[in-house]
């Protein structure tokens, strides 16, 4: 019995953790000045979201099988020195 109690314990403990309100700054602090060229302050939602250069897509289109490789110039065997 103990057994169980100290694991489902833990798990309330851990379950209190998570934040469920709207993220604010702290007591006595400001949001960022607002970006140079922009009239109005981004929110706090705005400043979290990852820009295109923090999470580019995808490209080059996968492999969908194997294929052999070709030839490459630079690919040289190491050198005796």
Do not use: I, N, W, Y
Request: proline share 12%; charged share 35%.
């Amino acid at each position: 019995m103990r057994g169980l109690v100290l694991p489902a314990v833990f798990l309330l403990a851990l379950g209190a953790c998570g934040q469920r309100s709207d993220l604010k700054p702290a007591a006595g602090k400001e949001l960022p000045v607002a970006p140079h060229g922009r009239e109005d302050r981004p929110k706090a939602e705005e400043l979290l979201k990852p820009g295109l250069q923090a999470a580019p897509e995808r490209s080059v289109e996968l492999r969908r099988k194997s294929e052999e490789r070709t030839d490459d110039p630079f690919d040289l065997p190491p050198s005796d020195e």
